[in-house]
């Protein structure tokens, strides 16, 4: 397997391009030489140099919940790591299990512990810190990252949102809503304890390696796209490279894509504005390029290309594609 902290690195450079933070600048702050993390061969990344990029991309962005924001951003493929549990998995349960024992691999700072749902109606996933010293700036931010990874890794694996029943922290969260609004669940004090509790019902739910083909292909859709600097690039071309990639969940609104970027929605559509364009209308390049892609393939039936774009009913779509195309997807699949 690849080097996952080099790769972790490198997605936490590219969020915090999209946040308007050079990686260079970040790099040199962090003593690290940004083309030879690029290199497959390079030297791994130090722990110090990890811990160098965490406190400056948090500092540099203005934003004290970098980590919590990241882990929200980060397609769920950037890592790697699935692609490996679902190779060897067929449920959830197992996929968490996995999961558990390859965290090793992107970080040093704690282990993962799984508790079954046994007798109890709830499975609980706990991150478990290996040592005692009060924590760092960086450690709470990675702790964040890891815990909104974790349920957004779930949602990958079962293609639906999936909420927590608790969140738990050993300490008052700064801002509560925020961190209700990201982990889907208003956030607790527990003592010595960092983890996550999900409803039993999904512990055994079945892994189909097709969602994470999908999330593969979108990946890869974006990546063949025209390569720009993510911090150059414009405002309009990285939400669509993000809507893009994260379309296995459908299109998110624009509040929430605004709270991703970490301004008010009215910033968002003025900047979107100067730009010319509207939100929706990027919304809807996005679902255009996929409804076509999926039809063209051939694999998909038009109810399944409708339910995929997060429209319930399949007159809903046809007239979207209409009004995108001037055609039916009927006459399209036809043509």
């Known amino acids: 397997m690849e080097d996952q902290q080099k790769r972790m690195a490198l997605s936490l450079l590219a969020y915090a391009a999209h946040r308007d933070v050079l990686p260079q600048q970040l790099c040199k702050l962090a003593g690290i030489q940004l083309d030879e993390l690029k290199k497959p061969s390079g030297e791994s990344i130090t722990a110090t140099q990890m811990n160098n990029l965490w406190t400056n991309a948090g500092h540099l962005t203005n934003d004290p919940l970098f980590g919590l924001h990241f882990g929200e951003s980060l397609q769920v493929t950037a890592l790697g790591v699935v692609g490996e549990i679902v190779k060897s998995s067929g449920t959830v349960g197992e996929a ?118 999908l999330q593969s292909l979108l990946l890869k859709k974006v990546q063949t796209l025209p390569e720009q600097a993510a911090g150059t690039q414009s405002l309009q071309a990285r939400i669509y490279n993000y809507l893009l990639t994260n379309a296995y969940l459908g299109i998110i609104s624009l509040e929430q894509m605004a709270a991703n970027f970490n301004i008010s929605p009215r910033s968002l559509q003025r900047k979107l504005r100067e730009e010319g364009v509207k939100y929706q209308d990027i919304a809807d390049a996005v679902r255009k390029s996929l409804a076509m892609h999926y039809m063209s393939s051939g694999n998909y039936p038009l109810k399944e290309v409708s339910y995929m774009l997060g429209y319930n009913e399949l007159s809903a779509f046809t007239r979207a594609f209409k009004r995108w195309t001037g055609d039916t997807p009927g006459s399209y699949q036809h043509n």
């Open 96 to 213: 968490i299990t996995h999961a558990a024992a390859l965290a090793h691999l992107i970080t040093d700072v704690f282990r993962m512990e799984v508790t079954p749902p046994d007798k109890s109606k709830t499975f609980t996933i706990r991150f478990i810190p290996h040592t005692d010293a009060p924590p760092s700036f960086s450690f709470l931010q990675l702790m964040d990252f890891f815990m909104v990874f974790t349920v957004h890794e779930l949602d990958g694996l079962l293609l639906q949102k999936i909420q927590p029943k608790a969140a738990r922290f050993p300490y008052v969260v700064s801002n509560i809503a925020e961190y209700e609004r990201v982990l889907r669940c208003k956030p607790t004090k527990r003592t010595g304890e960092f983890s996550l509790e999900f409803d039993k019902k999904h512990w055994d739910e079945p892994i189909l390696t097709a969602n994470y083909e």
